[in-house]
């Protein structure tokens, strides 16, 4: 029930592109994106919704395809401060009103000079 | 606005000495609750989450205990801890389904 992101790990150097892959292999309505920097806290970043558009976050968007129950995180001309791990959340089966999500592994996502 | 808080930031404790993390949430009502655990360099493990108050549900079995004796203050103990208890212990809250949640700054536990 986890959801699988891809790849594990990415080093960049700034200004360049990324993409990040989360896929489920259940139905999903609804995929959530954090960014969670070196001995902080996870922080929200998107929530992506069945049949909703496109989302950005500064020069950070994300997409999300139904059919292929896969949502991708792109990170336009990386900086440095987009270090970081990245998981994506997905609600948990049965979750009803709880909120409870389950997260990816996590993408670790290291930005050089 | 909303702030959720977590104390103490940093704990050092021995094998089999009890634990007690506190959560509190301000600006929100009845929102939902949760505690995640982080071991070094790894994922966020769901232990506990809240609906209301008294409402606990646990995700993973272990000598780990939740309780919300208020609307926004959420509380996890232990009577006697493990090793393997070590990690990054994060708060969260949410407001209904699908909903996105907000961590607090997190409790870094060292059980020796």
């Known amino acids: 029930q986890q959801p699988v992101q891809s790849p594990q790990a990415v080093i960049l150097r700034e200004g360049e592109d990324a993409v990040i892959n989360c896929s489920s292999s259940?139905?999903?309505?609804?995929v959530h994106w954090y960014r969670q920097k070196h001995g902080e806290a996870p922080v929200f970043l998107m929530i992506l919704l069945k049949g909703g558009e496109q989302m950005r976050h500064e020069k950070i968007s994300a997409s999300f395809n139904e059919k292929k129950q896969q949502s991708s995180l792109y990170l336009t001309a990386s900086q440095l401060s987009y270090s970081g791990t990245y998981f994506c959340g997905t609600p948990a089966r049965g979750s009803g009103n709880t909120g409870k999500l389950i997260f990816g592994q996590g993408t670790t996502l290291q930005v050089k000079p | 606005s909303q702030t959720i808080h977590q104390w103490p930031a940093t704990l050092v404790q021995p094998v089999g000495s009890p634990l007690s993390l506190e959560c509190t949430v301000e600006?929100?009502?009845?929102?939902?609750l949760y505690w995640y655990r982080q071991a070094a360099g790894r994922g966020l493990q769901l232990l506990f989450y809240?609906?209301?108050?008294?409402?606990i549900s646990s995700e993973v079995p272990q000598n780990l205990s939740a309780s919300r004796p208020q609307d926004r203050q959420f509380i996890l103990s232990s009577k006697k801890l493990l090793l393997s208890d070590s990690g990054f212990y994060l708060c969260?809250?949410?407001?209904?389904?699908?909903?996105?949640?907000?961590f607090g700054p997190g409790t870094r536990l060292t059980v020796t």
């Open positions: 969260a809250w949410s407001l209904g389904l699908a909903a996105e949640q907000y």
């Open positions: 600006g929100t009502s009845n929102p939902n």
């Open positions: 809240s609906v209301g108050i008294g409402q």
């Open positions: 259940k139905a999903l309505y609804s």
